[in-house]
């Protein structure tokens, strides 16, 4: 509990691969399944912690990492994933798994928590600007972070394909600043999350989501997506949208089935919700469109025709 091992039988200290200068090799696990490592560095003079630190060009697939534990340090800017802390440029995951527990040494009890802006960490990368593809994430991903995603903190002009979330997702702020919680991921710029299904629970103090939490701009695409989990203070696709959403679905719990805003030039085609939630959309701004949508529902619930 306080982010030491002690003897614990079966974990391993764990140095992440590329830790110095990054990975740009092609690792194939050949489907064999690593088990028992424990990265929960006290150095915080780097930036990405992982299995892997930081893939550049190279290419990691085949992978299962099982019954792990990898820790974000304190520090003020840091990108942590259970495979890798970032995939950058050219760098690919491919059919990797991941099961056990990413977390943060900066909780809700830490002092001058505020100090630490950049805190993100997601089951598979923290930061993603090449790609990550059929890939699975189990176990717990918690803790105190700006970004904290199922399958990856922040897509930055990457893309996020083929990927399923079985992990509880929670952030434990609970103040009101701008911090972001997702399913598959917490934060998209320029980039494709596609044929992605969240399946457990999702929560934070603030706002969440299914699938993608906050979509920045109209350069990004949420589509072929859907959400079976609970979502707490959120959506069931995407909460605060400025991007396109299209052929998505929700059957989860949520307090809103699709968008909880629909921004000026985002758009929200094809899409349904029939879970235990009686709306697409809570706002919508007026240079936004909905098309080809609908919700199931007993009754309308506004009074702007549902």
């Not at 943060?104 to 930061?127: M, P, Q, R």
């Not at 909880?260 to 959309?281: K, L, M, P, R």
Request: proline share 1%; charged share 15%; net charge negative.
């Amino acid at each position: 509990e306080d982010g030491e091992l002690n003897g614990t039988s079966g974990f391993a200290q764990w140095t992440p691969i590329g830790l110095m200068a990054g990975y740009d090799g092609t690792f194939d696990g050949n489907g064999k399944t690593v088990s028992g490592i424990y990265c929960a560095p006290q150095d915080a003079t780097k930036t990405f912690y992982g299995f892997f630190s930081h893939i550049d060009d190279g290419c990691v697939r085949n992978l299962t990492l099982v019954d792990s534990y990898v820790c974000a340090p304190a520090k003020n800017t840091s990108y942590t994933g259970g495979i890798a802390g970032q995939v950058y440029n050219n760098g690919t995951v491919e059919n990797c798994h991941f099961d056990g527990t990413v977390t943060t040494a900066i909780t809700v009890d830490s002092e001058n928590k505020e100090n630490y802006t950049h805190l993100e960490f997601g089951g598979i990368a923290g930061y993603v600007q090449g790609e990550v593809r059929d890939c699975t994430v189990r176990g717990l991903i918690s803790g105190y972070g700006r970004l904290v995603g199922g399958i990856a903190a922040y897509v930055n002009g990457g893309k996020v394909s083929g990927c399923v979330n079985e992990a509880t997702v929670e952030n434990t702020r609970s103040d009101a600043g701008y911090y972001y919680t997702g399913g598959i991921a917490a934060t998209m710029r320029q980039g494709t999350v596609r044929d992605c299904c969240n399946k457990s629970n999702v929560s934070s103090g603030w706002i969440s989501a299914g699938i993608v939490c906050h979509v920045e701009d109209q350069g990004s695409t949420v589509s072929r997506c859907w959400n079976e989990g609970e979502i707490k203070n959120g959506s069931g696709i995407v909460s605060l949208l400025k991007g396109n959403v299209q052929n998505c679905y929700n059957t989860g719990k949520v307090e809103c089935g699709i968008v909880e805003q629909a921004n000026s030039g985002s758009s929200i085609t094809y899409c349904h919700n029939v879970g235990d939630a009686d709306s697409i959309v809570s706002f919508i701004d007026s240079y936004a469109t909905i098309e080809n949508c609908y919700y199931l529902a007993d009754s309308e619930s506004d009074s702007v025709d549902g």
